[in-house]
């Protein structure tokens, strides 16, 4: 079963550029919002996970779920946990990289470095 699943997505890589590359800017905003329901609505669940996949590679994951999210889409529901839960990974690590870049900024302003 893994083997085949593993087979099916480099399948999938190699065709990246006939569906998920257009399914990818136009979830992120390069068309017009009539066009973006239109086109979106017809996304299948494996299209979707391919969507997703090519986001993760090129770490816009959470920037696709919020920008879906806007949209009001109905997701195959697999496929919106896990962009949910890659936004909200992606917001806990901005917590923690802010909370340290106020302690350096914290330790500059105590070495008069600001």
């Known amino acids: 079963m893994a083997d085949s699943r593993q087979a099916d997505r480099a399948k999938k890589k190699t065709t990246y550029g006939s ?3 257009p399914i990818l800017l136009t979830s992120l905003g390069y068309s017009s919002e ?15 996970h391919t969507v997703v996949e090519l986001s993760q590679q090129h770490s816009i994951t959470s920037l696709l779920y919020h920008r879906l999210k806007s949209l009001n889409l109905s997701l195959p529901g ?6 949910e839960l890659e936004y909200l990974k992606q917001a806990q690590r901005n917590i923690r990289l802010y909370h340290e870049l106020g302690k350096l900024l914290d330790c500059c302003k105590k070495r008069t470095l600001l």
């Open 19 to 21: 569906f998920a590359i």
């Open 34 to 48: 009539a066009a973006k329901r239109v086109r979106l609505v017809r996304v299948s669940a494996d299209e979707w």
């Open 78 to 83: 697999d496929i919106s946990q896990e962009l």
